[in-house]
């Protein structure tokens, strides 16, 4: 007799609730536990294969790594793809982890895609490069802010001589902030360098960084956010999972498109939508789409338009390993059969 498949469903937190089923659906044992045990819990169930379906949380590397050298077939889910679980009325941790058990049992498991350790770090670093920026404009915000509330009036606060006048005030709060703004500043310049060393040894990052206003930092947020394009079955689909496709709404036969889905990574999309304005002022083939747009539907959109190409573009120059120019995408949106859409 051949040892039975096990499908366990873990809602994770620092303490994780188990639901174990069989493959006719028969709930064989539930549990709580430390996280940190989980591994060795499910080492420890009798059983052959053993499929394990988790929701992505902020430390799941660690979790999924653990369970991966167990010997488990692993599957994390996106939380905003369950919807059995965001519709259910009782809502807690027991049903969550019977839920995710049961949608792995019956194939129905929305499975989210992994990255390797390399790639996880190229991701860290870009998103450390984004917070930081962040903290930057709150600070810069908050200067120009409290010399407007002490009445005081400084031209160019943040250059050189901006500064020193500021800290001739003798202002604490400002002379707080003026300090904590160089840190963070000191912070940036130095993820900017690991970022151009990173990107200078990454093969995607080098070729998305020849797309005309695509900069180091943005190439490697792309490329590690792409990381396998062979998992995306188009250049559309690339551009639906970074949110940049316009969402649909259809009832019965009428159907109209609305704005973009948003999904995805917020700070890569605008990151996105900068470099397509730079784009457009060096690339005359951009330029010329993003005029045909514009006159359509206005700048804004058209910006956006512009963002989707050059997503569209690193998606196919990824696929064939071919820079922007070896791509030669406007000889092929202007007149062949083929499109790079």
């Given at each position: 007799m051949s040892a039975r498949t096990l499908y366990i469903g873990v809602d994770v937190h620092e303490e994780s609730q188990v639901a174990v089923y069989g493959k006719e659906g028969e709930l064989l044992q539930e549990k709580r536990l430390p996280t940190r045990r989980l591994p060795s819990f499910v080492s420890s169930l009798q059983g052959g294969e053993k499929h394990v379906g988790i929701e992505s949380v902020g430390f799941i590397y660690p979790v999924y790594d653990a369970l991966l050298k167990a010997g488990c077939d692993v599957a994390v889910a996106n939380p905003n793809n369950i919807q059995l679980i965001a519709r259910t009325k009782i809502k807690h941790d027991k049903v969550d982890a019977r839920v995710l058990g049961e949608l792995l049992r019956t194939n129905f498991f929305p499975r989210s895609h992994i990255p390797d350790a390399e790639t996880r770090e190229k991701r860290l670093l870009t998103r450390d490069r984004v917070r930081y920026a962040v903290?930057?404009?709150?600070?810069?915000n908050s200067i120009k802010w409290f010399l407007k509330r002490?009445?005081?009036?400084?031209?160019?606060?943040?250059?050189?001589?901006?500064?020193?006048?500021?800290?001739?005030?003798a202002l604490p709060e400002l002379d707080y902030r003026l300090k904590g703004l160089e840190l963070v500043e000191s912070i940036v310049n130095e993820l900017d360098r690991r970022i151009s060393a990173a990107a200078s040894k990454d093969r995607g990052a080098r070729l998305i960084d020849t797309i005309p206003g695509v900069g180091a930092y943005t190439a490697l947020f792309l490329s590690s956010a792409l990381d396998d394009v062979n998992r995306f079955p188009d250049s559309k689909h690339a551009c639906a999972y970074l949110g940049l496709v316009p969402s649909l709404h259809q009832s019965g036969d009428i159907?109209?498109?609305?704005?973009?889905?948003?999904?995805?990574?917020?700070?890569?999309?605008?990151?996105?939508?900068?470099?397509?304005?730079w784009s457009v002022r060096k690339d005359p083939h951009m330029q010329r789409f993003f005029l045909r747009i514009a006159h359509k539907r206005g700048r804004k959109k058209a910006h956006v338009a512009v963002a989707r190409k050059i997503v569209s573009y690193a998606y196919w120059m990824l696929k064939r390993n071919l820079t922007y120019e070896e791509l030669d995408p406007w000889t092929v949106d202007s007149g062949s059969s083929t499109s790079f859409e």
């Open positions: 903290k930057r404009a709150e600070l810069k002490r009445g005081v009036t400084v031209k160019k606060p943040l250059s050189i001589e901006g500064r020193m006048e500021i800290k001739s005030l159907s109209y498109s609305g704005h973009i889905t948003r999904q995805g990574n917020k700070w890569l999309r605008r990151n996105l939508v900068e470099c397509a304005r």
